[in-house]
């Protein structure tokens, strides 16, 4: 069977991590997210798999290649251009990417299933594929109902009571909103769902594609179900992401490397003085981390590889990516570190660089930086944290 995953979008809101790596390749413990959407796909009998790729497209396609590793057959389509040499991506839609495989050379051509590439989901979509069917639908939105007051950080679905789409509300207020069903990004069509794509322009499956069909009147049905989803569509979600799988309320992914000690997790070779540190899990620490005497690491923490934590400094419910070396002294709450950034779970971040504080928070494959002395209650008000 066929399907299709979204991976073309900029993933401005998960910004500082997108510079760099593109929203499917953003790591939950070690592993890309999309990969994950490849075992589901996978386990429900989708092996042949169509992506959109264009901001970052080297990354996913180097990383996913053919999809032979995988247990399915993988292959992309390009939006933007060549300029100077470089990749330029410019993105058509999520609607107008699928279109634009469609009129290459028709591919869907029975019922198929389109996920966004920036969730983990452990979604029977076997049922909810018989579901759609059972309904005669062309397109069928999978929802989840969430409490009532965490309706203004999603779309809202609003159905009548046979289940057909009648309207969307994006972000509502609470005293506003109409449904607590939520649009969770995960769509089965019909092949009979491209005569409502124009072609050749920018088209978006939520914005332009769904109230189309629901002014035509089109047999266009939500389905609720339960199941785990889990949204890093923005900084602060894939913090708490990280912060549930680690304290085991994500139950499909397990905590990876060598339990050394109760919640202490480890990859290959870390360099650690396990009698003269601080570690309180759960905590994963990647391989070849260095952990100095006298560092306090309290979790739900993650630790990437090649990572440096320094004497006497706290991380404290963080997520540090590979190659980060904590300074001596620094004291993390609450953060996310990913190269030059250091990320409060709010989305609020600083450049370590442009601050001038790269003595603080710098690369481990780089000397040590000379550092002028500080106290530890200035390098907490530097990093807006109290003392």
């Known amino acids: 069977m066929k399907a299709m995953i979204l991976a073309a979008g900029k993933g401005t809101r998960v910004r500082p991590i997108t510079y760099t790596i593109p929203k499917p390749m953003i790591p939950i413990l070690q592993k890309p997210v999309m990969e994950f959407l490849l075992d589901l796909l996978k386990h429900h009998g989708f092996d042949q798999i169509m992506v959109n790729v264009s901001h970052l497209a080297n990354e996913i396609e180097g990383y996913f290649r053919d999809g032979q590793r995988f247990g399915v057959e993988i292959a992309y389509s390009f939006e933007g251009r060549i300029e100077d040499g470089q990749l330029v991506g410019d993105a058509l839609g999520s609607a107008g990417g699928m279109k634009k ?108 594609l769904f109230p189309k069909l629901v002014a035509a009147g089109a047999p266009f049905y939500g389905i609720r179900m339960d199941f785990e989803w889990v949204d890093i569509g923005k900084v602060p979600d894939y913090w708490q992401a990280i912060q549930d799988v680690m304290t085991g309320q994500v139950k499909l992914i397990d905590i990876p490397g060598e339990e ?31 952990i100095e005497d006298g560092a306090t690491i309290i979790g739900p923490t993650m630790i990437g590889p090649n990572c440096a934590i320094c004497s006497n400094a706290i991380v404290d419910r963080s997520v540090i990516f590979e190659y980060s070396r904590i300074g001596p002294g620094v004291r993390l709450v609450d953060k996310l570190v990913f190269g030059r950034y250091c990320v409060d779970k709010t989305g609020a971040s600083i450049d370590m660089q442009a601050a001038a504080l790269d003595w603080l928070i710098t690369d481990t494959r780089q000397a040590e930086l000379a550092k002028p002395p500080i106290e530890h209650h200035e390098i907490a008000e530097l990093l807006g944290q109290q003392s």
């Open 260 to 290: 050394v000690k109760s919640g202490i997790y480890t990859g290959l070779n870390v360099k650690v003085n396990w009698d003269k540190v601080d570690i309180q899990g759960p905590v994963y620490i990647g391989a070849r981390a260095h």
């Open 101 to 208: 495989i469609q009129e290459f050379s028709p591919f869907f051509d029975d019922t198929f299933v389109v996920m966004c590439g920036d969730a983990l989901i452990d979604l029977d979509l076997t049922e909810a594929v018989r579901q759609h069917k059972e309904k005669g639908a062309i397109a069928t939105v999978v929802m989840k109902s969430v409490p009532i007051k965490q309706v203004p950080s999603y779309g809202v679905v609003v159905t009548g009571e046979d289940g057909r789409i009648k309207s969307f509300q994006e972000k509502p207020k609470v005293e506003e909103a109409l449904s607590t069903d939520i649009n969770t990004g995960i769509y089965i069509f019909e092949p009979e769902i491209f005569n409502y794509i124009p072609a050749g322009m920018e088209y978006d499956i939520g914005g332009d």
